[in-house]
């Protein structure tokens, strides 16, 4: 009976840490396409996936795409603005800009102390776009994360 609810909590405990997205959720095993195309804040993209070798899944990512969904698409200043909003929202956090040095690149990051959830925005800049910016939303724990670049590694060492 102890086993019993000791496996009951963990399961809760999981479930309402789980981080999801468009109906990926972190930690669980892939059951649908690995790559969907969808709107994320109103901005038309492709919501992915990284899993580990057991198909569970370690990062969700959202990358916009240009209408043929052929190609990685550029957003304005609104559409991010939305978007970073959008995600602080629903995920119940602040977003901290991190500059990259010499560039005008830049991202926005949480992590989650509850649970270690990780979000990051990577966003590159041009100036010379009337769209001028190109991002990448994703969102991870350390713990799936760290376990997917184990993974990735033992993969790259297998390579020589």
Do not use: C, H, W
């Not at 992915?48 to 795409?65: H, N, R």
């Not at 830049?106 to 001028?132: E, G, H, M, T």
């Amino acid at each position: 009976m102890k086993e019993l609810m000791i496996t009951i909590a963990a399961l809760l405990n999981i479930s309402v840490n789980a981080q999801s997205l468009k109906g990926y959720t972190l930690g669980e095993k892939l059951n649908r396409p690995e790559l969907i195309m969808t709107t994320v804040a109103g901005i038309k993209g492709g919501v992915g996936v990284e899993t580990l070798k057991d198909s569970t899944i370690a990062m969700i990512m959202f990358i916009p795409s240009t209408s043929d969904e052929q190609n990685v698409a550029r957003i304005t200043q609104t559409e991010l603005d939305r978007l970073k909003t959008g995600i602080e929202q629903k995920y119940q956090f602040t977003f901290t800009k991190e500059e990259e040095e010499y560039s005008e690149n830049f991202k926005y990051s949480a992590l989650r102390s509850s649970d270690y959830s990780l979000y990051i925005i990577r966003v590159d800049y041009n100036q010379f776009f009337d769209r001028p910016y190109q991002i990448a939303f994703s969102i991870t724990t350390r713990k799936l994360f760290s376990l997917y670049q184990d993974e990735e590694q033992k993969k790259a060492n297998a390579d020589f």
